[in-house]
Structures are given as C-alpha cells and as structure tokens.
C-alpha cells in the first residue's frame, strides 16, 4: 500500500526530451560496446553505454570516476526506448527520469526473442548533480502488469528518488510484477560506495 502523498509530492512536473543515440557523441569504442554521450534537458546530458547488446543509462553531470564504472541493466538482452520523461521539482531542476526499457526474452517455443515473449519496463533513476555527481537506477514499473504504470512510476520517481543514496541503497520494484519483466543488473564500483 502506498503512504499518505503530501503535496510536496505532487509539486514535481514532466517534461519529454527524445533520445536518438544516432545524434549522440562517441566517448568510447569496444568491441563488445560502446559509450555515448547524448543531449538531455537543458545542462543535463544523457550517458548511454551497451556492451553485449544490453544498456545502460544516467543522467545529469556524472562523477568521472563512476562515468566509466556504473553498468545498470537487465541480464537479458534488451534496449531503450526513445522518449525520456524528466521529473523538475519546484525550481525545474531534473531530479529523476522515466525511461522505457525493452526486455527481449527469448521465447521458448521460437527459440529467440518475439514480440510476444517482449517484456516493457519502466526505469526510474535518479538524476546526478553537479554537488554529488551520483546518478543511478532507484526503482522498476512492470509497464505490462500495471495498468497505470506511468502514475505509478511518477509516484516512485517523486517518493523515492529524493532519498535514496546511489552506491548504497538498492533498487526495488514497485506495483505488480510480470514475468517478463526481467532481472536487473547492477554494476557499481566498490570504491564509490
């Protein structure tokens, strides 16, 4: 059950920027991935990174120690969509995104991902600023099992994002959760914690 939300909570707005990682720059190459640095909301950029065909996303001017460490994605292979939603508190300073993610489980009958074995999962994560340079994943939303899934995301980005400590606390899920919904990942360097 979720607690009582006070108006604080509510005070927070949505704005939309899109991700095209084709216009975004190229920090570094593997062969297995790649990173990518792409335009966000206003001073705020976008830090992309695949490796393996999964992906991993943060957000706002990142601690250079961690820009290359932190990984956070799913262990099937999976991909971003292409709209961000930043949550702006009072100020209009990004405090957290909502971005859907693609979980590409393999369906057992084709032997391969489908559409149909296709989980969609909300990622909702903090956003870093320029005092603490800490950005990371804070919560999940089965978009596929929760018919008000993009509410319930808000709520966790508005409810949770404010105190949760990258590095230390760990992310959870919110609402019902599917089983295509997927299993997290998380890489974080032991020396930012």
């Not at 490796?51 to 943060?58: A, F, G, K, N």
């Not at 959870?172 to 959760?177: E, I, K, L, M, S």
Request: aromatic share 10%; net charge negative.
């Amino acid at each position: 059950m979720w607690p009582v939300i006070t108006h604080a909570a509510w005070a927070n707005d949505s704005t939309y920027t899109d991700l095209d990682l084709n216009k975004c720059r190229t920090v570094a190459e593997e062969e297995m991935g790649v990173s990518l640095l792409c335009r966000g909301f206003g001073e705020y950029d976008v830090h992309f990174a695949e490796s393996d065909l999964r992906q991993s996303i943060l957000y706002g001017p990142l601690d250079k120690a961690l820009e290359n460490e932190v990984f956070e994605s799913f262990e099937a292979f999976n991909h971003v969509g292409s709209k961000i939603e930043w949550r702006l508190d009072t100020s209009r300073k990004p405090v957290a995104t909502i971005l859907r993610w693609f979980i590409e489980n393999v369906d057992d009958k084709a032997g391969m991902p489908t559409k149909e074995s296709t989980g969609q999962v909300l990622v909702i994560s903090r956003v870093a600023q320029p005092e603490d340079g800490r950005g990371c994943v804070v919560g999940y939303v089965d978009a596929l099992s929760n018919p008000e899934a993009n509410e319930l995301a808000r709520r966790v980005a508005d409810e949770q994002v404010p105190g949760f400590a990258c590095g230390r606390d760990r992310s959870a899920w919110f609402g019902q959760r599917g089983e295509k919904s997927g299993e997290p990942t998380h890489v974080w360097p032991e020396t930012a914690r």
